[in-house]
């Protein structure tokens, strides 16, 4: 296999679970796409990958490509490690819609729903209706979407609910981070503890970029007296042409 000359798996319209999917998840992933495959639905809405509110549910590593379906009713629930219920370690996400899934852990480890790392891509998705409910530990925290290493494009995370440890509903975390012509609007975040700063919308760090983006309609509150905004929070970080 290989991303030059991919292999297209398509997934026509209905219903898929961990049942009637032929999968073997053993609680894990039900789909894992790996270098020179392309998962492929049959739009948004038509091809659902349903997690049973027992497991994640996608995974896509570097030179591998998912498309075009929705993901409900996911649960990362670890225990002594990071979660996500849609993981995308360098490959690329596009035309997905994330919707009402939950992230929550009982011991110290971080929670997130959708996390984008070693340069991966997400774009044209969707990532609404989650609640992310971390572990109450100093050690921990969660967000809605995570991005440490890679580009968020032309996407919006809309009406998400995050408790407890948050540093934003949207982190953008380093120097390898953009986040451009994207909608966040009508997110809460609760910060309870333990975390410096936040915000309802997007914290930035570490040198990450948001761009041509609507930061809109999102709120938060907190209880120990922290740094937390409704809006952005940037921290040597870089905004440029975005309504907040």
Avoid at 187 to 211: D, F, I, M, P, T
Wanted: a neutral charge; hydrophobic letters at 35%; charged letters at 10%.
């Amino acid at each position: 296999l290989s991303a030059d000359n991919p292999v297209t798996v398509s997934l026509g319209e209905g219903l898929y679970t961990a049942e009637n999917s032929g999968v073997k998840t053993d609680g894990g992933w039900m789909f894992a796409v790996p270098v020179g495959v392309v998962l492929q639905g049959a739009g948004e809405g038509k091809t659902v990958l349903d997690g049973g509110a027992a497991r994640c549910v996608l995974q896509v590593f570097a030179g591998g490509t998912a498309a075009d379906l929705t993901i409900t009713n996911a649960l990362s629930a670890g225990t002594a490690a990071s979660g996500y219920f849609v993981d995308v370690p360098g490959g690329t996400i596009r035309n997905i819609t994330v919707d009402g899934c939950r992230a929550k852990c009982s011991s110290r480890s971080d929670q997130h729903a959708v996390c984008v790392s070693l340069g991966g891509l997400m774009t044209g998705c969707t990532v609404k209706d989650i609640w992310n409910t971390p572990p109450n530990s100093y050690q921990s925290y969660g967000a809605i979407l995570l991005v440490s290493s890679g580009t968020v494009s032309n996407s919006t995370v809309v009406g998400n609910k995050s408790v407890d440890k948050n540093y934003g509903n949207v982190s953008l975390f380093g120097a390898n981070v953009l986040m451009t012509d994207c909608l966040v609007c009508s997110n809460y975040a609760h910060n309870v503890e333990y975390r410096n700063y936040g915000a309802g919308g997007v914290a930035l760090s570490g040198g990450a970029v948001l761009r041509n983006s609507r930061i809109v309609g999102n709120t938060t509150a907190s209880s120990a007296g922290y740094t937390y905004v409704g809006g952005v929070y940037s921290n040597g970080s870089t905004v440029e042409n975005c309504v907040i």
